[in-house]
Nanobody
């Protein structure tokens, strides 16, 4: 079992930055692929970014490329999402997710463990 706890969300103005954190329990964090997803009101949950267990491979959805950066600190059992140049369309609840494997899939159904989410609101 892996428990995930997100933090770092908040209300910011367009153009600002936020860094989300996801702390994981357990001693096998370094074996998990980690992903960030988001869900805006009335919309489906969508993939934002993913990172391999070692951190050597990352992927992003097109709308955040060049603005968001996913990273992980395995000794600290934590994955981060640095979000720069935020836009109003980035407003959503952001979720951290984990699964065994080597590559980060884009489909939420392929992740096993989920956090409770952290709200990000970007005002224009």
């Amino acid at each position: 079992q892996v428990q995930l706890v997100e933090s770092g969300g908040g209300l910011v103005q367009a153009g600002a930055s936020l860094r989300l954190s996801c702390a994981a329990s357990g001693r096998t964090f370094r074996s998990y692929v980690m992903g960030w997803f988001r869900q805006a009101p009335g919309k489906e949950r969508e993939f934002v970014a993913g990172i391999s267990p070692s951190g050597s491979s990352t992927k992003y959805t097109d709308s955040v490329k060049g603005r968001f950066t996913i990273s992980r600190d395995n000794p600290k059992n934590t994955v981060y999402l640095q979000m720069n140049s935020l836009k109003s369309e980035d407003t959503a609840v952001y979720y951290c997710a984990a699964r065994w494997g080597n590559k980060a899939p884009r489909y939420s159904s392929e992740y096993t463990y989920w956090g409770q989410g952290t709200q990000v609101i970007v005002s224009s």
